[in-house]
């Protein structure tokens, strides 16, 4: 009997370990369920140390890899269209230095700079097959960040995927519209038995074509990745990327000043062939980023650990980037240029050392971050341009007819531009910047928990810029002078719960910078300039209600950037400028992630941003400045996915985006805007254990929309993809 009691005893006990092992089980399986279908929002990097979002005062958007898979999405740029208050100005063209997508934050222009909360820029298509979540940060950062790496309007992060500690991966195949083919692999595997060694690769090749009559674009992506633990304290990682571009640069007009804009004043005025590039072949650039990152973390203690981190970017370009322009007096031609790389390089390198802590005073929580910073900028940059391509038997510049049935566009091709460029050999009068750039960097940064649902955040930053020029293309005596500044910039946040975990109200002061070439003043004398710089002030609401299924954030933001320089306009001195300029950006934004009903995902946001300049050039004094993208913006996307029965797997998403009327030029003598514009997606997939199909159609009703960066740049019509994948 007792034996049976004992068994009895066991039996049950076994039954109720193998219950709650089934109960563990199926909430693993819930929560990698529900991390598939909605966005976990907290970060590492926003504060650089583990924030929940609502206990964070910065205000920041995320998306991640499942997201984009479900989308059909393989390129960081395409990512942008989840982020609320973000606009896309400027698609990547390879050029070394600048050739990487820029986008409108908050009214200011931003662009891709931050890997994993270190320097990991690139200046062409950012392949997302190493993209395991895009964070990006609202306001000024420069607290955090530096100047170099961050704008005001915010700072883009890309968290990238990380070995694990068994095999497996997937294989891709995809193709599509506009001769679109793509092939894909992702590939992780322990190299030790003991599993402390782990590798994987990440790697893709694209081919997209054009709707219009000419141009392409062709990317590899290499991504390799290595992890190292040899202590439970210790562990060590290495990473690599290798972006190569070979392409064709997206369709680009350009507005100067004239009588044609008293003619014209939108884009639609100018009755352009949506689908006519107006260019002939060949006028290809090649473009290159190379990356390397190193990260060594130790924990030091229970409540104290090290990172200590290194990171190089190098980017290359050469080849042609031709681009198209209005001026004078008539709407119905325009001009035809080109500004040419060659040989054109720009590295970078970066070592950042952070302590972490994490411990009580009294009884009161501080996490701490104390870090130094070095970056280091070498400027080799070349650019040569032909101005004018088309000629007159005199030599001088002249337009060609936009609306001449048979003209032949197709003259200007590569052939014919690296002719022109021969002939020019010797009398060249190229752009040329050289020089190095250094910034070291000490920043402090604290949350302290005053109550339980009270934290502030207090941060401050001690910056010394140094600019060493070389060569400059300004070739001013004043701009290659070396300059030596050093700068303040704090950071303060606010955070109240009033609801544990589920509603908080926020606010911050935030602060960025930028440092600024020597210039001459009214009397000619040549003049330090102050670091430029930009406050925030902004407040609202975040909530993380049922488990965190649905969170939102509701903010008001007002950015005050003051000591811009300006022109004075004297005609005695054309060049004399006077550092009293002000800048004004404020506005709202409101973003919602839902997951509402098991398996149905929804991710919404609005913004509206006012900018103008409030003391400026008296041809630009209170108007909104022409790189400040759409007042409006509004982001949709909405999915179902069976995760039950005969139809488990099968899932289906439509989204969309809208921007109000853009002025990309905006000034006394005229104005020259892109029209708003709906641009609607869909995408359909059914995912199983061992392969996934895919099929995505983006603007699917065909829409003629335009983005630009004082730009009118023309984007794809209709377009589907459809991707096979194989896991194992």
Request: a positive charge; proline letters at 3%.
């Amino acid at each position: 009997m007792k034996n049976i009691l004992i068994c009895a005893s066991v039996l049950g006990s076994v039954v109720t370990f193998a219950q709650q092992k089934d109960s563990i089980n199926a909430k693993s399986i819930d929560e990698v369920l529900l991390i598939n279908t909605y966005i976990k929002k907290d970060s590492e990097y926003s504060n650089k140390m583990p924030l929940k979002a609502i206990e964070n005062p910065q205000v920041y958007s995320s998306v991640d890899k499942n997201i984009l898979e479900n989308q059909g999405i393989y390129t960081v740029d395409d990512a942008f269209k989840n982020i609320t208050g973000l606009q896309p100005m400027w698609t990547s063209n390879g050029r070394a230095g600048d050739g990487g997508a820029y986008v409108s934050l908050r009214g200011f222009v931003s662009a891709n700079s931050l890997r994993n909360g270190v320097l990991g820029a690139v200046t062409g298509t950012i392949d997302a097959i190493n993209l395991e979540k895009m964070e990006v940060l609202k306001g000024p950062s420069g607290t955090l960040f530096g100047s170099l790496l961050s704008s005001y309007g915010g700072v883009i992060n890309r968290v990238t995927k990380k070995p694990y500690e068994s095999f497996g991966g997937n294989i891709s195949l995809a193709g599509g519209s506009y001769d679109t083919y793509r092939a894909a692999v992702d590939i992780n595997t322990p190299l030790t038995q003991d599993k402390k060694l782990l590798f994987r690769l990440n790697s893709a090749y694209t081919n997209e074509g054009t709707f219009q009559t000419e141009g392409f674009r062709r990317n590899l992506a290499i991504a390799p990745s290595l992890s190292y633990k040899p202590t439970d304290r210790l562990s060590i990682n290495l990473d690599m990327e290798l972006f190569q571009m070979k392409n064709m640069s997206d369709q680009t007009f350009f507005f100067y000043s004239g009588s044609y804009l008293q003619k014209v004043n939108n884009i639609k005025d100018l009755n352009l062939d949506y689908k006519n590039s107006y260019l002939g072949k060949d006028l290809t650039n090649t473009g290159r980023s190379i990356n390397f990152f190193g990260q060594i973390n130790y924990k030091i203690s229970n409540s104290i650990t090290s990172s200590t981190n290194f990171s190089t970017s190098s980017s290359y370009s050469n080849g042609f980037m031709p681009y198209l322009y209005f001026m004078g007096d008539s709407a119905d031609s325009m001009y035809r240029s080109d500004q040419s790389t060659r040989d054109s390089r720009k590295k970078s390198l970066n070592f950042q050392q952070n302590f972490n802590g994490d411990f009580r005073i009294g009884n009161l929580r501080n996490r701490v971050v104390l870090g130094f910073d070095y970056l280091r900028v070498n400027n080799n940059q070349n650019f040569y341009d032909v101005n004018g391509f088309d000629r007159d038997p005199q030599g001088n510049s002249i337009p060609v007819p936009l609306h001449q049935p048979g003209f032949n566009y197709t003259n200007f091709n590569g052939t014919a531009l690296q002719e022109r460029y021969d002939a020019m050999a010797g009398n060249e009068n190229p752009y040329i910047i050289k020089g190095i750039q250094e910034n070291y960097a000490v920043y402090l940064s604290n949350v302290l928990n005053i109550t339980n649902n009270l934290n502030v955040l207090m941060a401050l930053r001690v910056d010394n810029f140094t600019n060493k020029p070389g060569v400059t293309g300004a070739a001013s005596s004043e701009e290659s002078k070396r300059l030596n500044q050093t700068f303040f910039s704090p950071k303060l946040g606010i955070v109240y719960e009033l609801i544990k975990d589920k509603v908080s109200i926020f606010g911050n002061y935030q602060n960025s910078f930028k440092n600024l070439s020597y210039f001459v003043d009214g009397s000619g004398i040549t003049r330090t300039p102050l670091p430029e710089q930009a406050n925030q002030m902004e407040g609202g609401i975040k909530t993380s209600l049922f488990n965190g299924k649905v969170s939102s954030t509701f903010s008001y933001y007002n950015i005050k950037v003051k000591d811009v320089l300006r022109n004075l306009q004297l005609a005695s001195n054309p060049q004399a400028q006077i550092q009293d300029g002000t800048i004004v950006s404020k506005g709202v934004e409101l973003e919602i992630n839902a997951y509402l009903v098991k398996g149905f995902t929804a991710i919404a946001g609005f913004s509206y941003n006012d900018s103008k300049y409030t003391k400026a050039d008296p041809s630009v004094a209170d108007r909104r400045p022409n790189t400040s993208g759409s007042p409006y913006l509004a982001n949709l996307y909405a999915s179902y996915q069976f995760l039950d029965g005969r139809l488990k797997g099968l899932g289906f998403g439509l989204g969309g985006n809208y921007a109000s009327e853009n002025k990309i030029y905006n000034s006394a003598d005229g104005v020259f805007s892109l029209p708003s514009y709906v641009v609607l997606n869909a995408s359909a997939y059914y995912d199983a254990k061992k392969f996934r199909i895919g099929v995505k159609v983006d603007n699917f009703t065909n829409q003629h929309y335009w983005i630009g960066y004082t730009t009118a740049n023309p984007q794809r019509l209709i377009n589907a993809v459809g991707t096979l994948t194989y896991k194992f």
